[in-house]
């Protein structure tokens, strides 16, 4: 009997294996050709929004959207070595030379929203109200208050890094400036948790307002905007880049239809739209 | 604290409802684990009994590499491992990055090591007269090494949970070479990653329990076997 009782559980665990072999034989393997590689900011997919575009891009075409989400640096470093097919980036400087070095064509605006200045209620510096960026992180410095970087290269990063510049202050190696290395929304939590300041762009903030313990101290400056442009990889410098997915997926991001989307995303949940479509303006014109 | 409890009822309720995401994101968490640990039980086994077996020169210098492998961090095989598979790496012609197979191979790359060192270790326990003592009742070598294999089964299933254990948690290699990508190659570990920094920590937490609630069932399923069998 003790036997018996035995190798049944043995044969249930062989079923039992097998069984998760064999499904893993055929993990929904989708067909080559129709995969697209999209590398983008976290905050395209920390906000939602991709999970609202994609499913609609994805009945429509036929394509299926491998979206890997890291900072913009690492995105465009992806492009470079043609290991992502399209991009959905916010870095508009390191975007220019990318396009310039021929990495990649096509570079089109899609939407904007803005950067904001977060911080504790508290606020040592008092930067609250201050009109210019520049000025309200030259407080920060002047206060030797906590401010917490990406340090990731992420859009985000690198914007925080031309203010700084603009504001005519070296943070580095400061023992009131610190480096997280991380995502927006993890940098956002460092930030709260330390009670420092941060830069942030809006659209994470809100999605993530509900367990923050920042408030908005500084927006609406024109240094502060924060504009997402899709590019695709060029595929005749790769050709194994998906050059025609690419392309697809470029035009459905300013079609009208996408662009309608974009609008009214968040509005229901956050009460105003988290980005602003753009699709066929002029960069000099945003935010007038 | 508050968070906590909002977790645990969190977990529940997803698995009570059978939440169609949550629940596929289990099921690939358990495939891909499963596969992995399955490919590495029998390169981890073959290879360990091998190397217990027989005398060459150099062979602590080769356990010592097997030991310390059994300490593989994660995200330098999901480095290395993307580095191969990428378009322009030499293995690129494969075209897995980003799928569950890549994920897979960095799973397995990471369990052998701790299957290999245990089985390793286990094989060389025995007692030293056995071997004779099956040779000289007529078995031939292979046969051998079966009895072997079949007399150290205790810590070989350990060595399976070990291995098991390890890849299910593992988070840093998955999420380089699979992506985390909705409904393709997300599993639970690297929803719970992608769910925290999102702020959203009650379904983090959520997504913990249910790994630790999987775990547990695999194991409580594997140690139903191994103590079955020695009945003392």
């Given amino acids: 009997m003790k036997m018996f009782r035995n190798s049944r559980l043995i044969i249930t665990l062989m079923i039992a294996a097998l069984l998760v072999v064999s499904g893993a034989a055929n993990l929904y393997a989708a067909p080559k050709q129709k995969n697209i590689i999209l590398a983008t900011t976290t905050s395209t997919q920390d906000s939602g929004l991709l999970d609202v575009l994609l499913p609609v891009f994805e009945k429509e075409t036929g394509y299926f959207v491998k979206t890997i989400a890291v900072g913009s640096g690492q995105a465009m470093a992806m492009g470079q070595k043609g290991e992502a097919d399209v991009m959905l980036v916010h870095s508009p400087d390191a975007e220019k030379k990318f396009v310039a070095e021929g990495y990649g064509i096509n570079r089109r605006l899609v939407m904007h929203n803005d950067f904001i200045i977060v911080g504790p209620g508290a606020d040592a510096a008092k930067i609250k109200g201050v009109k210019s960026s520049t000025e309200a992180l030259k407080q920060i410095a002047m206060a030797n208050a906590l401010f917490i970087s990406r340090g990731d290269n992420s859009g985000t990063n690198s914007q925080e890094k031309k203010l700084w510049k603009a504001a005519g202050v070296n943070p580095e190696n400061q023992k009131w400036y610190q ?110 | 604290m508050e968070l906590i409890v909002q977790g645990i009822i969190k977990a529940f309720e997803l698995i009570l409802s059978f939440d169609p995401e949550v629940m596929g994101i289990t099921w690939l968490s358990l495939q891909i684990s499963g596969t992995a640990t399955f490919i590495s039980l029998f390169i981890g086994v073959s290879i360990g009994t091998m190397v217990a077996l027989t005398n060459f020169r150099g062979k602590r210098l080769v356990i010592s590499l097997i030991n310390t492998g059994m300490g593989l961090p994660p995200v330098v095989v999901g480095l290395f491992v993307t580095i191969l598979i990428w378009r322009s790496g030499p293995l690129g012609f494969l075209e897995i990055l980003y799928t569950p197979y890549a994920m897979i191979v960095a799973q397995a790359i990471i369990a052998t090591p701790i299957v290999m060192g245990i089985s390793l270790a286990a094989i060389q326990n025995l007692p030293p007269n056995l071997r004779l003592q099956i040779l000289s009742l007529g078995a031939s070598r292979l046969q051998m090494v079966w009895v072997l294999i079949k007399e150290s089964r205790l810590p070989l299933l350990a060595a399976v949970m070990a291995g098991f254990g390890g890849v299910i948690s593992e988070v840093g290699a998955s999420i380089m070479v699979g992506g985390n990508i909705k409904g393709y190659s997300r599993v639970l570990t690297t929803a719970t990653v992608m769910e925290t920094s999102k702020g959203n920590f009650d379904i983090a937490i959520a997504l913990g329990i249910i790994l630790l609630i999987l775990a547990f069932l695999v194991n409580l399923l594997l140690t139903q076997v191994q103590q079955r069998q020695h009945p003392r």
């Avoid at chain 1, 470029?250 to 479509?277: C, H, N, Y």
């Fill in chain 1, 179 to 288: 480096q997280t290395g991380l995502g927006m929304g993890q940098t956002l939590n460092v930030t709260s948790e330390k009670k420092g300041y941060t830069l942030a762009d809006r659209g994470t903030y809100l999605a993530m307002k509900k367990n923050l313990a920042l408030n908005i101290l500084v927006e609406g400056d024109a240094a502060l905007l924060n504009i997402y442009h899709v590019i695709e990889v060029n595929s005749t410098k790769w050709p194994k880049a998906n050059g025609e997915g690419a392309k697809a997926f470029a035009e459905f991001m300013v079609s009208k239809r996408t662009q309608e989307i974009i609008k009214s995303f968040g509005v229901d949940k956050f009460g105003s739209p988290l980005f602003f479509p753009d699709a066929g303006k002029k960069v000099e014109d945003l935010g007038k």
